[in-house]
C-alpha cells in the first residue's frame, strides 16, 4: 500500500510518501515539507497548509494518510498551531475518502526504532537504512513524516482494515478501499 | 458591514450573521449551529464542519469573520476539537479572501454586557436586546456566535480595517475588501 505521513506544524508540515507492505523492503516515494511563513496572518498559513496537502494527496493519491497525534506542550500558541495543521490534512483525507489513522511519537519512534524514546537523530538514521537512503531525509519534520507512513505500514492490517471500514460507513464510497489490504 | 461570527466546536459549531454600522441599530441576519455527530470518525466530522461554515459564507457573504479565540481548558481532546473547527473557518475565510479577526471570549462578554466575566445567560438577554429579539437565539452556542459578531462590529473600525489590510496585502484581491469600511 502506499501512505502519505503527515508530521503536522504550522511553519513546517513534514510530508513523506512510502510504499510497501510489511514483511517487504519499502520504498521511499517521495518525502518534502509544506512551509509557511510566520509573518503572514494565521489563516492564510492554514490556506497554504491546505493547498500544499491537497497538492501532494493530488499528486501521490496515497490509499491511507497517517497523522502524528498531537499532544499538550509547554506552548499552547504552538499546540493551536499543529492541532489545526493536523486537522487540515484529516480535513483534505476525508475530502478524497482516505482512511485516516493517528499515531503518537512513541509508537512512531517504537515501530522505526524499537525504542519509544528515541531521538530524532536516530529515527533519521533508521528511517535512512529502512529506506536504503544515503542519508536521512531533511529537515527532521520531513523524516518524521516517513517515519510516521512506514510506521502506519508496519502496524499493518488490523489497524488499516478499521480504518478503512470507517471510511466505507462515513462517505458511502468504495472505489477507493484498496482491496490488497483485506486479502 | 456583515459580520458573520463563529463559535468553534466538533459537535456544535455556532453560527450567527449580524449586520449594522457603529453607532446604529444592528440587525441579526441569520443564526444557527453545523452540529456533526459524536460517533462519526474524527475526520469526517471536520469535513462537516468545512461544508457546513462553507455553506454559510456562500450564502450571507460576510464582509468580515469573527471566531472566538481558543484557550486552554481542563480536557485537551476538547481543544484539539475546538481548535480544528476554529482553524477550519480560518481557512475557509482565507479561501473567499473574507478578513478573518479574532475575540476572546472575555472581550465578547465586556463588549455585549460591560463586564468580562458575564455568564452565559446574561449574554444571551443582552444580545435579545440589542437585536430586538423575543428570546435569545438557542442553543448557548448560536448566541455566542451572534456576541461576536456584535463585538466585532462595535470594537470598529481600527481593528476591521487592519484586517482588511492584511487580507488585501496577503491575497492580492481586492474586490472582496467593503470600501464603506474605510471611509
Chains 1, 2 share one sequence.
Not at 499515531?103 to 531521538?119: F, L, M, Q, W, Y
Not at 533508521?126 to 512506514?150: G, T
Amino acid at each position: 500500500m502506499r501512505v502519505l505521513g503527515v508530521d503536522p506544524g504550522l511553519t513546517r508540515c513534514g510530508i513523506g510518501v512510502v510504499s510497501g507492505t510489511v514483511g517487504r523492503p519499502l520504498e521511499l516515494v517521495a518525502v518534502g515539507v509544506v512551509r509557511t511563513p510566520a509573518g503572514q496572518d494565521h489563516a492564510h498559513r492554514l490556506l497554504a497548509i491546505e493547498t500544499g496537502i491537497e497538492e501532494w494527496v493530488t499528486a501521490y493519491r496515497p490509499e491511507a494518510i497517517a497523522v502524528e497525534r498531537v499532544f499538550a506542550q509547554h506552548n499552547l500558541q504552538s499546540v493551536t498551531g499543529t492541532s489545526q495543521a493536523a486537522g487540515i490534512a484529516m480535513l483534505v483525507a476525508a475530502r478524497h475518502a482516505i482512511p485516516v489513522v493517528l499515531h503518537t511519537p512513541s509508537e512512531v519512534k517504537a515501530a522505526i526504532t524499537g525504542s519509544g524514546r528515541a531521538d530524532k537523530a536516530q529515527v533519521g538514521a533508521m528511517v535512512a537504512r529502512i529506506l536504503k537512503l544515503a542519508e536521512p531525509p531533511k529537515p527532521a519534520d520531513a523524516a518524521d513524516a516517513v517515519a510516521l507512513a512506514i510506521c502506519h505500514i508496519w502496524r499493518g492490517a488490523a489497524t488499516n482494515r478499521y480504518a478503512e471500514a470507517v471510511a466505507k460507513a462515513t462517505t458511502g464510497r468504495t472505489n477507493r478501499i484498496p482491496s490488497r489490504g483485506r486479502a
